[in-house]
């Protein structure tokens, strides 16, 4: 059984920072894509980041500079490190796991975590 668990959301300042995690558990993790999504209240769920088997990363337009995605393989985990934080970024973010970086992007044959909240203040 696939399990994706994500931690490190909070609540942070504006122009602060947080590093969330998602620890995967069931699957063949270095041969699968990982990314994160988010979701802010009243929105549609948006892509957030996505890493490769093979570490090439593709981020959404809104979070590049600012946020990096990472993965340690040999722990199973995916980080998204986020800088800079804007109360716009404020949401619940999921982690997904998938075959391909494509089905990442698409939502299409994801694994999806629980989610963590993450809230910026002004």
């Known amino acids: 059984q696939v399990q994706l668990v994500e931690s490190g959301g909070g609540l942070v300042q504006a122009g602060g920072s947080l590093r969330l995690s998602c620890a995967a558990s069931g699957l063949p993790f270095s041969n699968y894509a990982m990314g994160w999504f988010r979701q802010a209240p009243g929105k549609e769920r948006e892509f957030v980041a996505t890493?490769?088997?093979?570490?090439?990363?593709n981020y959404a337009d809104s979070i590049k500079g600012r946020f990096t995605i990472s993965r340690d393989n040999a722990k199973n985990t995916v980080y998204l490190q986020m800088n800079s934080l804007k109360p716009e970024d404020t949401a619940v973010y999921y982690c997904?796991?998938?075959?391909?970086?494509?089905?990442?992007?698409?939502?299409?044959?994801?694994?999806w975590g629980q989610g963590t909240q993450v809230t910026v203040s002004s």
């Open positions: 890493i490769g088997w093979y570490t090439r990363r």
């Open positions: 997904a796991a998938a075959t391909s970086t494509r089905a990442i992007v698409t939502g299409t044959g994801n694994y």
